[in-house]
């Protein structure tokens, strides 16, 4: 039982062609006959057991040939440490070269520092094997525990991008020595790859030292690897549709809405402070060739800073007329976006939206902060009939008497709604005044806005002016700058996806569809 219970637990990583991981021969053989002498201290019928058949020279053979089945795991093959990291190693420019077969000892002295490595592949699709063993003096050290800690150890490729990484208390990594553990990942690419090792915890440094060793290995992958990067990041200025950077489907996109503001408006919670009113923008841009949908996902790749944004993805037309009416400074309400949402990813929670794009050509996507329903109000207009804004008006706490507020907005006497060609939604109402007191105070919905005169009584000398007024509303059209960011909070970086994934024809486009609607029913 003792045997299987090695083998079972027995490293991941064969080891067979040992010569090629940079073992020599005499390591290899040296422990396998250690192993061999060890089993036959129990007798023939153990060592027979133990597949230990014809002879102890043989049985040596046998084990150098597949060390894994005897229960011979690659840590036990690789010789003591004798090299140690050179501090400071805490970067890719100053990271320590990976000797081949040599073990190093390395240790975090605190939760900042890192210790970088690198190493060079000479072929591609080569297999990296890293070991990593923490000393046999440590009492009760077992890694499967976390004891004496746990380290996460990455494998990044030449611009320091992460693609593996494992932390040392993974059963997976793990071998029957239960000081070490062993991972292993093919590189592509020729070049240079680095390994990093850091606590996993790092709230809690892990000081303990620790021994790290690099083998690379041929292997029979013919695959190629393309060159293409992990993720993009957004160049600025393109904070508009002319200067959008473009999205690559499947590659995430990281971008920052940079704090410069533009304008400054009242606060609405305090009447005597100004707050600045947000100003950038950040626009991305994505060709189709029609028919296509679009999965966009925000703050999947990993958790987006404090705050909320505000996403709209515009056709080409509409961004160029956005950028035209922004360039001449006036409202862009009245354009209409294919998409609009806020994300609402403030508490670090990814969210995903779907999109069909049927039409071919460019599609640009705008992403901002999102503002809040409480944000100062930087312009009124007046409310037309089409919903659209008009001509700019004021609304504010000082509104003439007779109108109403609501939220940022009002409604305002004005004479503009006996012009039909102003196209404002309007409504008839009277002055403020007390029935059966105040002159005036009469109301006929038939009479136009104006003063109409009538006679309280038909022996009465005097004639009374009923006054009546006309009342539009005047509505914000663009908000300030009050937005979701939290206190403090100097900047809100974001990352996003985007996926576009071609469809078939729609079925109501093809002819199949035409025929079943020409089709007789008794219906």
């Not at 003096?137 to 746990?150: F, K, M, R, S």
């Not at 004021?394 to 109108?403: F, N």
Request: net charge negative; glycine share 8%.
């Amino acid at each position: 039982m003792k045997l299987l219970f090695r083998i079972a637990l027995a490293s991941l990583i064969p080891i067979a062609t040992a010569n090629a991981l940079g073992l020599g021969d005499s390591t290899l053989a040296k422990t396998c006959e250690s192993y061999c002498e060890s089993q036959y201290g129990y007798g023939f019928a153990d060592g027979k057991t133990a597949g230990i058949e014809v002879g102890f020279g043989q049985g040596v053979a046998a084990c150098v040939a597949d060390p894994l089945a005897y229960g011979v795991t690659l840590a036990s093959c690789i010789p003591a440490a004798t090299y140690g990291e050179t501090e400071p190693n805490d970067s890719l420019i100053t990271a320590d070269p990976l000797t081949l077969g040599v073990a190093f000892w390395g240790q975090n002295y605190s939760t900042a520092d890192q210790d970088w490595y690198y190493t060079q592949s000479t072929a591609a699709n080569q297999n990296l094997t890293l070991s990593f063993a923490v000393p046999d003096w440590i009492e009760g050290a077992d890694l499967a525990t976390g004891n004496p800690g746990v380290w996460n150890v990455s494998v990044r490729d030449a611009a320091g991008n992460v693609f593996a990484n494992f932390n040392t208390d993974v059963v997976g990594a793990l071998s029957s020595n239960p000081n070490a553990a062993t991972y292993t990942v093919t590189l592509g690419l020729v070049g240079t790859y680095y390994v990093l090792v850091q606590s996993a915890d790092k709230a809690t440094p892990n000081q303990f030292a620790y021994s790290i060793t690099a083998f690379l290995q041929d292997s029979s992958l013919d695959n190629e690897q393309p060159i293409a990067g992990f993720y993009d990041s957004e160049i600025e200025p393109n904070n508009i549709p002319s200067a959008s950077n473009p999205l690559a489907t499947g590659v995430a996109m990281y971008g920052l809405i940079n704090l410069t503001f533009s304008s400054v408006v009242t606060d609405p919670d305090d009447d005597t402070a100004s707050v600045w009113g947000q100003g950038e923008n950040d626009w991305y841009v994505y060709y189709t060739d029609g028919n296509e949908l679009v999965t966009l996902t925000f703050c999947a790749r990993e958790g987006c800073a404090n705050g909320n944004w505000n996403v709209q993805v515009y056709d080409k037309p509409t961004a160029n007329a956005w950028e035209s009416l922004t360039g001449a400074g006036a409202s862009t309400t009245s354009l209409t976006p294919l998409l609009s949402f806020n994300t609402d990813t403030a508490a670090d929670k990814p969210i995903t939206y779907s999109l069909g794009l049927k039409d071919p050509g460019y599609y640009f996507m705008k992403v901002n902060h999102k503002r809040l329903f409480t944000a100062p109000c930087n312009e009124y207009r007046y409310v037309t009939d089409s919903g659209t804004f008009g001509a700019a008006c004021t609304c504010d706490s000082d509104i003439a008497a007779g109108s109403s507020s609501t939220g940022n907005s009002c409604y305002i006497p004005t004479d503009s709604c006996s012009d039909s060609s102003s196209s404002l939604f309007c409504r008839k109402v009277t002055e403020d005044c007390t029935f059966g007191s105040d002159p005036g105070c009469l109301y006929n919905t038939s009479s136009p806005p104006g003063c109409v005169t009538t006679k309280p009584d038909t022996e009465a000398e005097e004639e009374i002016c009923s006054t009546y007024v006309t009342q539009a509303r005047c509505a914000c059209s663009s908000y300030g700058g009050v937005v979701e960011v939290p206190d403090n909070d100097t900047s809100s970086p974001y990352n996003f996806t985007w996926y576009g994934t071609k469809l078939p024809t729609n079925t109501i486009d093809t002819n199949a569809y035409q025929d079943y609607l020409n089709r007789p029913s008794p219906y």
